[in-house]
């Protein structure tokens, strides 16, 4: 178990693997015509795990059709409408809706509202040098009101010095993976409903990604873990964390940000009558926790009265999970 | 100047018109079906000004199509997304989009995503004592994750006894009012947008709905309006306010609301990157006040530069708007 005994850093990125707070708006921004480009987290502040960005913009912003050899991609909206355009069809994202872009699939999008905001997750690739490449250093989170003159890509740049390739076909058989905001393998943790939105064996362990959702709440038995990185993003309400060695107390409103490496001792409680917060956890391993804990369910919403835990389940599995639990007294 | 001297009354209606906070997924609630009702205002909280009503429900729940024969209903959607249905189309509205219909005018909806949430703002009607005859008592914020059966609406007796009549044709000309998010007549005053989503010629005056956003800046001058009453939701981001004689401090996050009638001092400050808050103001006749300080803007998001704001302008006409400036020194 690791030890940290400063104050987590918030709102800066770390080189080293150690918890960390974005809050909303905040973080590093490029632009690029209308869209900011900010960055949660960084091959730099993940050790290579992971990168984390949002991505704001103007109606009509768009990307165009490309794929990656090896990267997965991510992508929750949390704001605004989102076309996601596909070799034969096009999805429509609303806010809360998800979808997984395997390596090999060809994709662009479109920003279809005046205010458009999207989370992505990309595992195996250096998107954020790619995003610096393009665009430019930028000192807001918003994108701007209006810009003289429409940026063009440098393909064949980009293409030399990135995972991209710029394409309407597909170069596997590979499948957009897509869940409507509270749609998912649900399963039901006593009052909480975790909506897995990517499972280990959507991305061959490498990440899983769990939206969960609840009411007011108790908080979760204090915990770390040995082998794998969380990141929470809070989507709706309000989630109060304890992190660190010392308990540290954080509040995370809607768009704010933590990072908590292998080793970091933490716990939530949730603390509006409708919490919800989307979880990345890297490498996909901890996948048979929440099935060992809690129940299926057939639901998009949590019931109004919590359902019994697998407690004794976990215990007998435990040297199976990653999971230590940590007393405070 | 009235003097409210206690604590403002928080998650409770008055039945007199005192300033007072619900803070989101507080608040009474009535369940039909699917839909949960939560009262913000009611007429007896307001003194038969307005009512503030939130609909929360499961996707594919809907209402009939009727008309209001003298009630206004202005409709923001702020979670999922809601078909609006017309005599002769369909309007789809995502999150921060905006409907206002006018007397007259059939309607009906159909909720298109899970967890669909919507705040509406009813002028001229007894809309909550219709709710209170439609629903059933409840005690959460958030639709069930499921019912047994579901209940059909008594329409015969609901035409009895309140403003509607089910109909999928129109008894007016009058037609519905429309705005995307950012959209509106837009009004910049220094770095705020305003962008004004239903004005008095919209209403004959009844009132106005203004959306506001801007970046974290400073607090407006402390004021009061001795004419009408003003409500504020906040949509997005952190807004500080203080109110009352002693300047109470509140702070808003997204699904706050607070109550302020005529006679109440107040002031607030965006506090988050991005902060947007929704106004409701009653009777309509503050608009020009906005057109005063500001000037039009072209664009559907605030600049990242403040703009000069026309404050002699105002204190040359302060005796046409009904504002009040308070020194608390």
């Known amino acids: 178990m690791r030890r940290f005994n400063l104050d987590i850093l918030r709102n800066e990125l770390p080189t080293t693997k150690i918890p960390y707070i974005i809050e909303n708006g905040s973080g590093e921004h490029f632009i690029w015509n209308r869209q900011v480009f900010t960055f949660l987290s960084t091959n730099k502040s993940t050790g290579n795990m992971f990168e984390v960005v949002t991505i704001t913009g103007e109606k009509n ?5 490309h794929l990656h050899e090896k990267m997965y991609e991510s992508i929750l909206v949390t704001e605004g409408v989102l076309d996601i355009h596909l070799e034969n069809k096009t999805l429509t994202l609303n806010r809360g809706d998800y979808v997984l872009i395997p390596p090999g699939l060809s994709h662009g999008y479109s920003m ?3 205010r458009t905001k999207i989370l992505t997750y990309t595992i195996d690739g250096n998107i954020t ?3 610096q490449f ?3 250093q930028y000192s807001h989170s918003k994108h701007p009101a209006y810009i003289s003159r429409a940026e063009t890509l440098a393909k064949l740049d980009l293409e030399t010095q990135f995972d991209i390739k710029f394409t309407d076909k597909n170069s596997t058989d590979s499948k957009i993976l897509y869940w409507p905001s509270g749609e998912g393998d649900n399963v039901l943790t006593g009052d909480q409903l975790h909506s897995l939105i990517t499972t280990q064996k959507d991305t061959e362990d490498n990440y899983i990604v769990v939206s969960t959702e609840g009411p007011i709440g108790d908080a979760i038995v204090s915990h770390y ?3 794998h990185t969380e990141t929470f993003y809070c989507f709706d309400g309000k989630v109060t964390m304890w992190v660190g060695e010392q308990s540290q107390e954080i509040v995370l409103y809607p768009g704010d940000f933590l990072h908590a490496p292998a080793g970091t001792i933490h716990s939530y409680r949730f603390d ?3 919490s919800k917060m989307i979880g990345l956890l890297v490498p996909g391993l901890f996948e048979p926790f929440f099935r060992t804990l809690g ?4 639901f998009t919403t949590f019931p109004n009265e919590p359902q019994p835990l697998n407690f004794e389940k976990v215990i ?3 040297d199976t999970l990653d999971l230590k639990f940590v007393s405070h007294d």
């Open 225 to 227: 873990h040995e082998k």
């Open 61 to 65: 912003e768009c990307f165009p059709a």
């Open 112 to 114: 279809q509202a005046h």
């Open 134 to 136: 393009i665009g430019q």
């Open 272 to 274: 509006a009558h409708y």
């Open 129 to 131: 040098e790619m995003y």
């Open 295 to 298: 129940e299926p369910y057939d």
């Open 316 to 318: 007998a599995n435990i």
